[in-house]
């Protein structure tokens, strides 16, 4: 059993910055991969970016490239998401997943543990 939970959601200004962190917790891997997701109103979860823990690989959508960057502290282990020069169509609920694999993952089927997400809005 993996336990995942995210922080550092809020409102924020167009053109401003967030963090978010996503703890772990329980049953751990030594090689699994992490990712971020995000559901506006009305709209399906998306895949925002991924992370191979062990490999350090990343992947992006296209929609947050450049602006976005997912890290990690395996010492905790946790994973970030920055995000920078936010927009008001990236206001949605943010979810970390993670799954035993290398990664990174993009899929949505493809993860096991879900957090229950951090809201992040941004005004304009």
């Known amino acids: 059993q993996v336990q995942l939970v995210e922080s550092g959601g809020g409102l924020v200004q167009a053109g401003g910055s967030l963090r978010l962190s996503c703890a772990a917790s329980?049953?751990?891997?030594?090689?699994?991969?992490m990712g971020w997701f995000r559901q506006a109103p009305g709209k399906e979860r998306e895949f925002v970016a991924g992370?191979?823990?062990?490999?350090?690989?990343?992947s992006y959508a296209d929609s947050v490239k450049g602006r976005f960057t997912i890290s990690r502290d395996n010492a905790k282990p946790t994973v970030y998401l920055q995000m920078n020069s936010l927009k008001p169509e990236d206001t949605a609920l943010y979810y970390c997943?993670?799954?035993?694999?290398?990664?990174?993952?993009?899929?949505?089927?493809?993860?096991?543990?879900w957090g229950q997400g951090t809201q992040v809005t941004v005004s304009s």
């Open positions: 997943a993670t799954e035993y694999a290398d990664g990174p993952i993009t899929s949505e089927s493809l993860y096991l543990y």
């Open positions: 329980g049953r751990t891997f030594r090689r699994y991969a």
């Open positions: 992370i191979n823990w062990s490999g350090g690989r990343t």
